[in-house]
């Protein structure tokens, strides 16, 4: 009895570590054969890409409109062709720069501001005159300087201050040395018309000109 038990309880052991490895055997597979695990096929639903246009926003004034006026209750919007019917004033004006360079002086064609002006009634003593551009840069002329050409003269060459024997006056310019103002200042743009030898101080010289507003 003593003898018996011990091979039994091998006996036993044996069997059990026999099962164990013919599972793992049947589970794992042979070394020739390389397991190949089960996926669940996945299911996708493609959806069609819907392709999204935005509009760029348009970099063109609206069709004919060049121009608007205001003084009070009244308002004109003028289109470049109206602006070339009105009389025409053309003559010689040149800047001096902010930083000190001379640019000009070149002919200009348009229209005198006064004229511009009297399209809503005009101006009287007293009243402002609003120019703005097409990115909202301001510049405000006083009565005596759109009615009076009251504006600082200097000479082309020193750039000291002297007198023109003719009269100064700002326009409204649409043509610059007999062409249109180019995209660089225009279509419309402020020009001090003081004679061929003469300049102004650049601050005046409004670019992009959009609209102009009477005030008080």
Known sequence: MKLRIPRLIIAVSCLASLSILAVLSASCGGDDEEATPTLAAATSTQVAPTAVVTKPASSTPATGAALTVVNGDQ???LSLEEIEALPAK?????????????KGPFQYKGVALM????TVGGIKDGDKVKVIAKDNYATTFSYKQVA???????DAKTKDEASPDGEVVAILAYEENGAL?????GPL???????EDFITEGNWWAKFVVK?????
Do not use: H, N, Y
């Open 75 to 77: 308002s004109k919007t």
């Open 90 to 102: 053309s003559g010689w004006g040149g800047m001096l720069t902010s930083s000190g360079a001379v």
């Open 115 to 118: 004229d511009i002006l009297a």
């Open 148 to 154: 009076e050409g009251d504006f600082v003269t200097m």
């Open 181 to 185: 103002v180019g995209e660089s200042a």
């Open 189 to 195: 743009r402020i020009a001090i018309l003081s004679g």
């Open 212 to 216: 102009i507003e009477v005030g008080s």
